[in-house]
């Protein structure tokens, strides 16, 4: 009886001295990766409307303007609409003086490029559509100030009676246009912007991704062939 008394406190010290029972930690749960940062988008230059029809890109480059590749009879009488609209809409009280004494300066060449360019559209009522295009197209809004900018000095230069309009008009009238295809060339480059933002904005598919930074390395525990994870 004695015999098993004593193996009793020898069991209860041999489980004492066994330790705590290793349990594995468990595995880490996954977490939703975060949602990328949404972004305004971007919007059309200078105030233009999204859905603005502008004239095509050739594949120079350049835009298909009603002032591109035309004769010099055109190129003077596109600058005279050029320069009618800069006195109306500008905020330049001058321009209007300056546009009085451009016709008077040079009536003569003027009135010879309307019969020549008269002639190469024909008759009256194809001449007179285009040129209602040809004055809305230069009063376009977006595109109002950088044009005025550019307009008014060359109005006030060629208003001088010493200017010889058909000489200097082709390259007066490319430096008008200017603005106009660089507000083009800024709107197609907005439009792949936003096609860009579009596509980056759509709901992408979830992805799970454990937070790893929570968890370290632990060697193997000694004894066994539980591999350990520790915070």
């Not at 120079?60 to 590749?69: E, F, L, V």
């Not at 009536?107 to 559509?129: I, M, N, Q, W």
């Not at 596509?199 to 454990?210: E, I, M, Q, S, V």
């Amino acid at each position: 009886m004695s015999r098993v008394l004593l193996a009793l406190p020898l069991l209860a010290l041999a489980s004492a001295c066994a330790g705590p029972e290793r349990i594995a930690a468990p595995a880490p749960l996954p977490v939703p990766a975060p949602a990328p940062a949404q972004t305004a988008a971007p919007r059309a230059p200078d105030g233009a409307a999204a859905n603005l029809v502008i004239p095509a890109r050739l594949p120079d480059g350049s835009y298909a303007t009603p002032n591109r590749a035309v004769s010099a009879a055109a190129a003077a009488w596109h600058l005279r609409a050029a320069f009618n609209v800069a006195a109306l809409n500008c905020n330049d009280p001058a321009l209007a003086p300056a546009y009085n004494q451009f016709l008077k300066a040079h009536r003569s060449a003027l009135k010879s490029a309307h019969h020549a360019l008269t002639r190469e559209y024909g008759d009256s009522a194809s001449f007179d559509p285009a040129m209602t295009r040809l004055y809305n197209y230069f009063a376009q809004p977006p595109v109002m100030a950088q044009f005025c900018a550019t307009a008014a000095p060359l109005l006030h230069q060629l208003a001088l009676p010493t200017a010889d309009l058909p000489s200097v008009a082709p390259a007066a009238l490319a430096q008008v246009d200017r603005p106009f295809t660089d507000f083009y060339a800024r709107y197609d480059a907005w439009r792949v912007d936003l096609a860009a933002w579009r596509a980056g904005d759509a709901p992408a598919t979830p992805r799970l991704a454990y937070a790893t930074e929570v968890f370290r390395a632990e060697p193997h525990a000694e004894g066994g062939t539980v591999t350990l994870a520790a915070r």
